[in-house]
Nanobody
Framework: VQLQASGGGLVQAGGSLRLSCAAS????????VGWFRQVPGKEREFIAS????????DYTDSVKGRFSISRTYDKSTVHLQMNNLEPDDTAVYLC????????????????????WGQGTLVTVSS
């Protein structure tokens, strides 16, 4: 599965961005999808995950109440809505996918994911 993340850019603190993750030539309906971010010199950080059913979700504490992960109705695309952005949110954001049988599974660790996109850069200015 080839993943493509898009939607990054430069935004002022307090602003919003919506990231998208899509798979080339196929739907993401059979995959758990997660968003991670990475800053040079730091470990890749889990941000959010959404189960196949689109109902079960998980977030890291630092983005709860500000970020929201969702799937489109046909589950072909996963979005990460990011509101009230802070300078500390500046990073390359990557989406990842993993096939799971059960529809209510969310995954929060990098090792759980099989497929990774190239990432999209989010820069938040103060």
């Amino acid at each position: 599965v080839q993943l493509q993340a898009s939607g990054g850019g430069l935004v002022q603190a307090g602003g919003s961005l919506r990231l998208s993750c899509a798979a080339s030539g196929r739907t993401l309906r059979d995959y758990v999808v997660g968003w991670f971010r990475q800053v040079p010199g730091k470990e890749r950080e889990f941000i959010a995950s959404i189960a196949r059913n689109g109902v079960h979700k998980d977030y890291t504490d630092s983005v709860k109440g500000r970020f929201s992960i969702s799937r489109t109705y046909d589950k072909s695309t996963v979005h990460l809505q990011m509101n009230n952005l802070e300078p500390d949110d500046t990073a390359v954001y990557l989406c990842a996918a993993a096939w799971r049988t059960h529809s209510n599974v969310v995954l929060t660790t990098t090792g759980s994911y099989t497929f990774w996109g190239q990432g999209t850069l989010v820069t938040v200015s103060s």
